[in-house]
C-alpha cells in the first residue's frame, strides 16, 4: 500500500510540473472533455468489474497485436518487391554483361582460329618456297598465300592495339 502512495505522490508532482508548463492547453483538453472525471469512473468501474475489465483488456491487446502484425507484414511484403524491383532493375546491366562476355569468348574463338589458318598458311607458304621449281601457278598462290598472311597479321595487330588501349 506505501507503495502505491509513493506512485501517487510521484505522479501528482510529475502533473503538476506537466501542467506548470501546459496549463493552458492541458487544462483545456481536460476541461473540454472532463478527464479526470471520467478516469476516475473508469477506474471505479474496473475495480467492480474485474472480469469483464479483463476480457476487454485482452480482447483489446489482441487488436493490437493482430493490427501491429498486419501492418509489419504489409510493410515487410512492400519491402521485399522494392528490393525485387530494384534486382530487377540491375538484371538488364547483367544481361549486357553476360552479351559482352559472349561476344568476348566468340572473338577469341575467332581469333584463335585465326592464328590456326595463319600456321597453316606459314606451312603452306614454307613448302612452297621450298620447291626446287616454281611455275607461274606457284608464284601466284605465294602471292595470295602472303596476301593472307598479312590480312591475318593487321588483324591480330589491331586485336592487340586493342587490348594495350
Known sequence: ??????????????????SQY????????????RMRGRIRLANR???????RFFIYFLVIMASLITINETIYFLMK???EEKTSS???AVRPMFDGRHCIDANREG???????LIDEGNHLLFRLDSLYNKPVKTASDSLEIYHV???IETISNILDNETEFETD
Open 1 to 18: 500500500m506505501g507503495t502505491y502512495k509513493n506512485l501517487k505522490n510521484t505522479v501528482n508532482s510529475l502533473t503538476c510540473y506537466i
Open 22 to 33: 501546459s496549463k493552458s492547453f492541458g487544462d483545456s483538453i481536460g476541461n473540454r472533455f
Open 45 to 51: 468501474w474496473a475495480r467492480h468489474h474485474p472480469k
Open 77 to 79: 511484403k512492400n519491402r
Open 86 to 88: 530494384a534486382i530487377l
Open 107 to 113: 572473338l577469341k574463338i575467332q581469333f584463335s582460329q
Open 146 to 148: 602472303m596476301k593472307k
